[in-house]
């Protein structure tokens, strides 16, 4: 057993009730006629299924789900939000042609697909739990479920967050007692709830500078909010780069005096997406390196989904053409993504970020080409047609070696489920962040100081180092592909920087159904408000130029 996972929680079980995947880490069932359901015992059960709820689909285990509509592995939480931000962008292409993917990887898709569906679902499945346990603790004064409230507090903002970032409008309701429907608000309103929110738990909260581990602390929550802010013009046509800038610096501050070059950054990239990355997370031991600052743990016994980590590994990996998911810490493959042409072309020879992708062709001990990976995508169905991209792992890492190689332990231990981690939000994130905002020339900002954090990442991913001409928006926004890709950005990235529809939309391969790339309209830069919903709510405004009943 994973070590690890004991400390999860503060050694509370992800669990409500008695059934759960994660085993005997649960607590034991309570007698209703024994605890009273304001008692902490059964509070802390509640505030601990705000989280699961993140992490897997369904309480008995991976073939569960307490959504609807679409499979297990599809409606997990963080798979459902990289079926929003990343397969309609230039990161990703699913190579088959499941229901409705196709539609997203192509950005054909209307306000019937299933899996925009399925997202929204989740996430109000998500807010309903959270806003179940704020209800049901409001008023505790134990010292752990203040602190719960507002953890859980931080976690609906998230799924919040994603509403307004991916839906614009929101279904709104919070824990508040007072009988009525939730009501549909705007995207401004939105935001203004949100920043209201996360300033109080970040400026007045009870949130943990060091969280315990798998649990969401102070620099999760204000790293989120610097997020929200990185995007206000977007969702507001108000910037916010400077309320931004400063988020981001008072993060930084903390991290300062560890890792690499005392960043507070890993010192190696790829540890931060193996099996053994909860030494990164917050709570997870290594302090100096604590890049993750909000992360989801997962467990190959206890903490199983078809979503997480497990989709991000096994979805890249093919038994074949040289490749073997044993050598990668996986006992199983599925053969689905891979990397777009523009992608591919991000990257320079040099750069550790792309190290374990597989590209171009491969050859066997003799000397023969066991396959040949194109770097361009001709066809869906061609297992060869684009680059492998690998970034997740369940392979344990080892002692650094220099110039930010890896050193990986030779003893693979492969399993079905990963040990390995998913990050959330990193600090990588926030130094980009800064620069993107000193290179906007937001009030307050330093241009010089925005240079040296973006060169901070460049420097560990061992490429060349920007002068301060280099310093431009779209040269920021490759840095944040080449470094954050897969990590649920692209989209929002590509929408702030206006490459993602409008007059100077990037192409990629697919894009608006064409093999070259062709122009999409400017209405995808939102998701359509799911027909299902509208129906249910016909007082509900749909988004711009899907149809019915817009606003």
Not at 65 to 76: F, H, Y
């Amino acid at each position: 057993m994973n070590i690890k996972k004991f400390l999860m929680l503060g050694g509370v079980a992800l669990s409500l009730g008695t059934t759960s995947c994660v085993g005997d880490l649960d607590l034991n069932p309570i007698d209703p006629n024994l605890e009273s359901p304001e008692s902490p015992t059964i509070l802390i059960n509640e505030a601990m299924e705000c989280y699961q709820v993140m992490a897997t689909s369904g309480q008995e285990g991976p073939g569960s789900s307490i959504i609807s509509g679409l499979d297990n592995g599809r409606g997990q939480y963080t798979r459902a939000l990289f079926m929003m931000n990343v397969f309609p962008t230039d990161e990703c292409i699913w190579i088959w042609k499941d229901d409705g993917i196709y539609d997203l990887v192509t950005n054909t898709f209307d306000s019937s697909n299933g899996n925009i569906y399925g997202t929204y679902s989740r996430l109000y499945a998500h807010i309903a739990v959270c806003n179940q346990f704020l209800a049901d603790a409001e008023g505790n004064n134990d010292a752990e479920i203040v602190r719960l409230r507002d953890e859980v507090r931080a976690l609906r903002a998230m799924s919040y967050y994603w509403m307004c970032d991916i839906f614009g409008k929101a279904s709104f309701a919070t824990e508040a007692p007072d009988g009525t429907a939730p009501v549909q608000i705007t995207r401004t309103k939105l935001y203004e709830w949100l920043e209201k929110e996360l300033c109080d738990l970040v400026d007045n909260g009870n949130l943990a500078d060091e969280p315990v581990y798998g649990r969401v602390g102070k620099d999760g929550a204000e790293a989120l909010l610097a997020r929200l802010y990185l995007n206000a013009e977007v969702y507001t046509g108000v910037p916010a780069y400077d309320k931004c800038a400063v988020r981001c610096e008072n993060i930084i501050t903390r991290h300062k005096g560890g890792g690499f070059k005392s960043s507070g950054l890993a010192e190696n990239y790829l540890y931060l997406f193996c099996r053994n990355n909860e030494e990164y997370m917050p709570g997870g031991g290594n302090k100096a390196e604590n890049e993750i600052l909000w992360g989801l743990p997962f467990d190959s016994e206890r903490l199983q989904s078809y979503g997480g980590t497990m989709f991000l590994i096994n979805g890249a990996l093919a038994d074949e053409g040289g490749m073997s998911g044993l050598n990668y810490g996986c006992s199983n493959v599925w053969k689905c993504m891979k990397a777009p042409k523009e992608f591919s072309e991000h990257f320079s020879s040099n750069d550790l970020r792309w190290d374990m992708w597989v590209k171009g062709p491969i050859k066997d001990d003799k000397g023969e080409v066991i396959k040949d990976y194109k770097i361009t995508n001709d066809d869906f169905g061609q297992w060869g047609d684009g680059y492998v991209c690998i970034k997740w792992t369940g392979l344990t890492h080892g002692a650094n070696n220099p110039a930010g190689k890896p050193n990986w332990d030779e003893n693979i231990i492969s399993t079905q489920f990963p040990d390995t981690d998913l990050a959330l939000i990193r600090l990588a994130d926030v130094y980009l962040m800064y620069a993107e905002c000193a290179a906007r020339n937001a009030t307050g900002t330093d241009l010089a100081k925005g240079l040296q954090y973006a060169n901070l990442v460049r420097e560990r991913a061992g490429v060349t180092i920007w002068n301060t001409a280099d310093l431009t928006l779209d040269n920021l926004l490759a840095e944040r592909c080449r470094e954050l890709y897969w990590e649920l950005t692209r989209r929002s990235d590509l929408v702030r920087f206006g490459r993602f529809t409008g007059p100077n939309q990037k192409l990629w391969s697919w894009k608006g159904n064409a093999l070259e790339g062709n122009n999409i309209d400017s209405r995808y830069d939102l998701m359509p408000i799911p027909v299902n919903v509208i129906a249910a709510s016909p007082d509900f405004k749909q988004n711009k130029g899907y149809g019915g009943n817009e606003e």
